[in-house]
């Protein structure tokens, strides 16, 4: 199983970046991708996902109606387009997946996620 992330860059406040994550090694169709993010000394934050055949997505609430996740399943490849980007947004995004997401309290979980992570790419927002 290998992700490779890629699209992150130092950007300004209000920037627009795309993320892409190409996967590989799983049946990719199969499986909810996700994208987290992690700030130095930071436990990794679950930031969106989708699931397999796309539909209903979710996004945590920081980032509701500025992010959209997609996927390109014969493509096997999973996007997060960022906009206006926000200081605290900054971090090393990652992407996973597991056969599908569910909530427990206040926060989702995988369901048999993928043991392997990427380099991932880093965002950094600053003027």
């Known amino acids: 199983v290998e992700f490779v992330e890629s699209g992150g860059n130092l950007v300004q406040p209000g920037g627009s970046p795309r993320l892409s994550c190409a996967a590989s090694g799983f049946t990719f169709r199969n499986y909810a991708m996700s994208w987290y993010r992690q700030t130095y000394g930071a436990g990794r934050e679950l930031v969106a996902f989708?699931?397999?055949?796309?539909?209903?997505?979710y996004y945590t609430e920081s980032v509701k109606g500025r992010f959209s996740i997609s996927r390109d399943n014969p493509k096997n490849t999973v996007h997060l387009q960022m906009n206006s980007l926000k200081p605290e947004d900054t971090a090393v995004y990652s992407c996973?997946?597991?056969?599908?997401?569910?909530?427990?309290?206040?926060?989702?979980?995988?369901?048999?996620?993928?043991?392997?992570w990427g380099q991932g790419t880093l965002v950094t927002v600053s003027s």
């Open positions: 989708i699931p397999s055949a796309g539909g209903n997505t």
């Open positions: 996973n997946a597991a056969l599908y997401y569910y909530k427990l309290g206040d926060s989702f979980y995988g369901r048999h996620s993928l043991d392997a």
